[in-house]
């Protein structure tokens, strides 16, 4: 008898944990998919100083130092990064994820990543397409963990698309998406609205054009009983070339940035390896 239930266990086992493999290779394939459409070919224009003459200062100064003249424009960009982040507020140390994303604002991104390294290390999958936004965290590949979605997720996830538009500049071109004013010598914003929602930034540049701090309220539930605008931004600490665009390789900053909450132990840090514009 004793074997019989062993044998009966070990089956329902082997089922689910075929049933769960199916599931998460439909997710993959939706995801892969979603990462081609969102990976368009370039556009055929080049971008030239003139596009931005009428431009406010710092806008001006930050599009030119960020898109080299005669740079075809890109609408998306693929991203090899390295993420190192608290996964809970009570942890002792950040986790890193290396994974890779494809970003298109405005009309999503794509982001898959393992935190930590081995095989028992969680696998992260967030997005943010079709004006829906998820996130899953998975153990072994097939285990859900942590899943998340809905309204307030998709919202989170928007406002995550917008402030890692930085990472593609001609997305920052002005448009009827895009609208750029002063602020003062050093800073700007933009509102850019995706899906309907504008969703403002604010960009702190130098007096060559290099971007030095991206800032905005993004809709979070960390550290907070309920959803709410949270302070949220980001330090940019380098910067490199590819291909025509320079871009922030490594920024530090996170939710509560700008305040009393948020402290050097605390910050997040988004380092890219290699990205390539399309």
Wanted: glycine share 8%.
């Amino acid at each position: 008898m004793l074997r019989m239930i062993v044998a009966a266990v070990g089956g329902s086992v082997a089922v689910a944990g075929v049933a769960l493999r199916i599931r998460q290779l439909v997710r993959d394939r939706r995801m892969a998919a979603v990462e081609r459409a969102l990976a368009s070919p370039r556009r055929a224009e080049v971008f030239s100083e003139e596009m931005v003459a009428n431009l406010p200062p710092p806008v001006r100064r930050y599009l030119l130092h960020a898109i080299a003249p005669g740079t075809p424009f890109a609408s998306s960009v693929q991203l090899e990064t390295v993420f190192g982040m608290k996964l809970t507020p009570r942890a002792k140390r950040r986790t890193e994820m290396i994974g890779r994303e494809t970003l298109a604002p405005p009309r999503g991104f794509v982001w898959a990543a393992r935190a930590g390294r081995g095989l028992l290390a969680p696998r992260v999958q967030d997005h943010y397409a079709e004006r829906e936004g998820a996130l899953r965290v998975m153990l072994l590949g097939v285990i859900p963990v942590v899943t998340a979605g809905g309204p307030d997720v998709t919202r989170s996830a928007r406002h995550r698309l917008a402030i890692e538009s930085v990472w593609l500049p001609s997305s920052l071109l002005p448009a009827e998406n895009v609208v750029w004013e002063a602020v003062d010598t050093a800073r700007a914003r933009v509102v850019v609205t995706i899906d309907g929602e504008p969703v403002p930034l604010t960009l702190t540049v130098d007096d060559a054009g290099r971007l030095q701090e991206v800032t905005m309220l993004r809709h979070g539930d960390v550290g907070v009983p309920t959803w709410r605008p949270i302070p949220y931004g980001v330090r940019v600490e380098a910067e490199a070339s590819f291909g025509g665009y320079t871009v922030p390789i490594r920024m530090r900053g996170g939710w509560w940035y700008g305040t009393e909450r948020s402290t050097a132990a605390d910050a997040s840090v988004f380092a890219v390896r290699a990205a390539r514009f399309r």
